[in-house]
T-cell receptor, first 109, second 115 residues
Framework: RKEVEQDPGPFNVPEGATVAFNCTYSNSASQSFFWYRQDCRKEPKLLMS???SGNEDGRFTAQLNRASQYISLLIRDSKLSDSATYLCALNQAGTALIFGKGTTLSVSS | GAVVSQHPSWVICKSGTSVKIECRSLDFQATTMFWYRQFPKQSLMLMATSNEGSKATYEQGVEKDKFLINHASLTLSTLTVTSAHPEDSSFYICSATQGGGTEAFFGQGTRLTVV
């Protein structure tokens, strides 16, 4: 079983849509969880950290379910500029991030 | 946030030559840096963990004699792709954590094309 499983998509949605991505992970010792955004031919940029209590940043909401070992990202009111690849990532303190394959989102007008 | 600078951003080299990629932490000391490789439409795959003053730790399947890592100072790690071949063409990217934390700061990446 892979450490991090993520549906690669692509997700093609119209502007204004709500879209959700999920990742499952196998290592229950994982401590920190993140969502990154990666644009074509660029380095990944941190979108948000993910906490057990759930956290929100504008149109973006992240959730962590430790019991079921998955994290999610919800994007509301999608914009054209949200088109990108979204990667979930996790690690333990001091160790390298392990990434999912990434989910491609394409928002169209 | 902390800044990691990677150079060069792209390089084209002939098959059989070696290419060195530099990763610098500009405003913090990084005792540990990580090197990833990303093929088209694939995720970032960890290649190795670079530790200042000691040997790098390589992931399974990554040839340590082909991908030489040197981390001689607290702000610089280098990855040298030796005797590069077309199948080594990829996006190479480094990251570092600050103060043993969990947030990773990434370099801009290096797109290597071997012809």
């Amino acid at each position: 079983r892979k450490e991090v499983e993520q549906d690669p998509g692509p997700f093609n949605v119209p502007e204004g849509a709500t879209v959700a991505f999920n990742c499952t992970y196998s290592n229950s010792a994982s401590q920190s969880f993140f969502w990154y955004r990666q644009d074509c031919r660029k380095e990944p940029k941190l979108l948000m950290s993910v906490y057990s209590s759930g956290n929100e940043d504008g149109r973006f909401t992240a959730q962590l379910n430790r019991a079921s070992q998955y994290i999610s990202l919800l994007i509301r009111d999608s914009k054209l500029s949200d088109s990108a690849t979204y990667l979930c990532a996790l690690n333990q303190a001091g160790t390298a991030l392990i990434f999912g394959k990434g989910t491609t989102l394409s928002v169209s007008s | 946030g902390a800044v990691v600078s990677q150079h060069p951003s792209w390089v084209i080299c002939k098959s059989g030559t070696s290419v060195k990629i530099e990763c610098r932490s500009l405003d913090f000391q990084a005792t540990t840096m990580f090197w990833y490789r990303q093929f088209p439409k694939q995720s970032l795959m960890l290649m190795a963990t670079s530790n200042e003053g000691s040997k790098a730790t390589y992931e399974q399947g990554v040839e340590k004699d082909k991908f030489l890592i040197n981390h001689a100072s607290l702000t610089l790690s280098t990855l040298t792709v030796t005797s590069a071949h077309p199948e080594d063409s990829s996006f190479y990217i480094c990251s570092a954590t600050q103060g043993g934390g969990t947030e990773a700061f990434f370099g801009q990446g290096t797109r290597l094309t071997v012809v």
